[in-house]
């Protein structure tokens, strides 16, 4: 992920690599709830997707172009397919709204 010159890639990959590894933490929490319910406290069941979903909405805040703020995660779910809108978060490599482009490396 840090050969590409993406936004993210640049500004944000331990923020991403955080909000991955915690969705795949309590995605799991919440499935071993789900399956295995005897085993687990009942309450684990209704805080493990709301963690969840709080690290969606975390990474959604955080992820924005340091130029003009537009949160990118949110413009892409707005503006993208349903099946294309991540890919397009990780790979774009320019905000659409103001321009903003991250330096290559021979400029840098
Ligand atoms: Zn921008």
Redesign the pocket.
Known sequence: MSESNSLVSVYYERQVRAAVYLVLAFGLIWLACLFMRGSFPSVLRLVAPLFLLLAVLWLGFVVC?P??K?RLVFHAMRSQSVNSWLRWVLETPS?L??G?RVASASEL
């Open positions: 172009c130029q003009c537009l905000c709204r103001c903003h």
